[in-house]
């Protein structure tokens, strides 16, 4: 199908000292694309650059050959690319079937396709529709979080620690989860902390550290890499 994303040599910041020095993000159609690195290194700040949440100073972003560079995040969910950011993503007062219905307020026509689809992904979330999301435990808050960004339909899902502060268990599912959303054609971004299990099952991941792309490869070759894995993946 081709390339669904191309970030190039990204530049920017928070208006101090940029943050991004030239980062590079690249994802093709039915690719898990997994970004792995220290705390700071700009994992957040690069996802954000590309959804149109941080201005990108210098840099190039495509999305299916469109420039999308600094385009509000409004215009990236139309064109289907979902965004679930690391903290904050779900509404707490609300109903989990408030949160899906949120999820997809910039759409017009029925949702009840939508949501059903997200209920047969996940299950659980049809039998607490009705429970306010902040009273959920965290890995059930991580499944709001991802099935109200399914509720766009996006042929582009970005991740930022979607397993932070789970159970093994509860991370094992998850990125079950994340492999089932990649076989119904969505290509996957996600930041990760647990780097080893995100790069098993990644078609490609990113090592970012201070901004700039330190390796780039398929998932199994960075897990491989002596160099990578000592100085990035706990030894
Ligand atoms: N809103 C902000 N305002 C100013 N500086 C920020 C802001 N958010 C992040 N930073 C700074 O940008 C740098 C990169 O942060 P970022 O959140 O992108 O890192 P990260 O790689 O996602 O780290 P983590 O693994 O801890 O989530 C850090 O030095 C951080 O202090
Ligand atoms: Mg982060």
């Not at 996802?47 to 409004?74: C, Q, S, W």
């Not at 139309?78 to 997809?104: C, D, K």
């Amino acid at each position: 199908m081709g390339t669904l994303l191309q970030a190039q040599a990204l530049y920017g910041g928070y208006g101090g000292a940029d943050i991004l020095n030239g980062t590079n993000i690249r994802v093709e159609s039915d690719e898990i694309v997994v970004i792995v690195g220290p705390n700071g290194a700009g994992k957040s700040t690069a996802m954000k650059a590309i959804f149109g949440l941080l201005h990108v100073r210098e840099g190039k972003v495509t999305y299916l050959d469109e420039d999308i560079t600094n385009a509000k995040p409004e215009k990236m969910v139309r064109r289907g690319i979902a965004y679930v950011p690391q903290e904050r993503n779900v509404f707490p007062s609300m109903t989990v079937r408030e949160n899906l219905e949120m999820g997809a307020y910039l759409l017009s026509g029925d949702l009840s396709d939508r949501m059903e689809h997200v209920y047969e992904l996940f299950p659980k979330l049809k039998e607490r529709r009705h429970q306010q999301a902040g009273l959920m435990s965290g890995g059930e808050r991580q499944m709001v979080a991802m099935g109200r960004a399914l509720m766009i339909d996006p042929k582009l899902l970005m991740l930022d620690e979607p397993t932070a502060g789970l159970s093994p268990m509860l991370i094992d599912e998850t990125f079950e989860r994340i492999q089932e959303i990649r076989s119904l054609g969505i290509g996957v971004l996600m930041v990760e902390q647990n780097a080893k299990q995100a790069l098993a099952i990644a078609d490609r991941g990113y090592v970012l550290a201070t901004g700039r792309n330190r390796f780039e490869d398929t998932g199994a070759n960075l897990l491989a890499n002596q160099e990578v894995a000592e100085m990035f993946l706990g030894g």
